[in-house]
């Protein structure tokens, strides 16, 4: 009988590390995002896919994100996000990234992150979201706009 207790004990443990797992703090939520860019002729994400969209992104900004580079490709041009939101541009050598969280509540919260990309310093603003999945950026706002407003219609 104990040990039927120890087991179930056990398993709820167990079906609690996950979950728990893929919700870090939105400090390190955006410090991972950030290590994809570090080094030489680095990659950086990989943004093409609806589950990278999906893991990075709130729904509402990946659903905006996918709509525009399928609609693109069905036109054949490029797609309105045509860079790296999370650099600011389409080329870069990320070197002293550093992250700092500001006006934090339990579901928002705003991360500024500092690098520089050729040795020039960049800032970039993201907005975060904690979703059922975890955090998410609902926005990137970079000196010259925002993520969101690229595909607000053109007046």
């Known amino acids: 009988m104990q040990y039927r207790w120890l087991?179930?004990?056990?398993a709820v443990v167990l079906l609690a590390l996950p979950a728990s797992a893929q919700k870090p703090d939105p400090k390190t939520f955006v410090e991972n995002?950030?290590?994809?860019?570090?080094?030489?002729?680095?990659?950086?994400?990989?943004l093409s896919t609806r589950e990278s969209l999906d893991f990075h992104f709130t729904p509402s900004l990946a659903d905006l994100i996918d709509k525009d580079a399928k609609e693109a490709e069905k036109l054949q041009e490029a797609p309105l996000l045509n860079g790296d939101p999370f650099v600011d541009a389409q080329d870069w050598e990320i070197t002293d990234p550093s992250v700092a969280i500001q006006d934090a509540s339990n579901d928002r919260a705003t991360a500024i992150a500092t690098f520089k990309n050729f040795g020039k310093t960049i800032t970039v603003r993201l907005a975060l979201?904690?979703?059922p999945k975890g955090w998410r950026v609902d926005d990137v706002f970079w000196n010259e706009g925002n993520l969101r407003g690229l595909y607000k219609p053109q007046q």
């Open 129 to 131: 979201m904690l979703t």
């Open 33 to 46: 995002i950030y290590k994809s860019y570090l080094g030489k002729n680095v990659p950086g994400l990989d």
């Open 7 to 10: 087991a179930a004990f056990a």
